[in-house]
């Protein structure tokens, strides 16, 4: 889990080692980068996958801080915060230190995902 300054603002997941190198996907192993115009890196609290590169998906994720257009078309957004931007704020106001790590885990230990988060 870490937050980027700079080039992204953000938090990051899903990586069981807590390395930021690791993670599979269901599938066992890489998997497409799919783009859609309505998905779009255009506000706080939108869901993207985390990757290597080009079509390199696995396990990891990051929900944004703040708006980060230089991300469409190069991130996979899937989602976005609808309720709890409370704890979004939390998140973001946690001190990081080396490699803007968190200088305390952040743990999600529950969601709610609905049908069509991305619809209005």
Known sequence: QKRKRGYFSGWQGGDP????????????????????SEAKFDSKGILG????????????????YSKQI???GVCT????VIDGWEVLEAMEKVP???KD????????ESITIHANPLAN
């Open 17 to 36: 080692l807590g390395t930021g190198k690791g993670g599979e996907s269901i599938w066992g192993g890489d998997f497409s980068d799919e783009f859609h």
């Open 70 to 72: 230089h991300l469409n």
């Open 49 to 64: 996958m985390a990757s290597r590169g080009i079509n390199t998906n696995r396990s990891q994720f990051f929900i944004t």
């Open 101 to 108: 790590r968190p200088l305390t885990d952040i743990v999600l």
């Open 96 to 98: 990081v230190g080396k």
């Open 77 to 80: 957004a899937f989602g976005k």
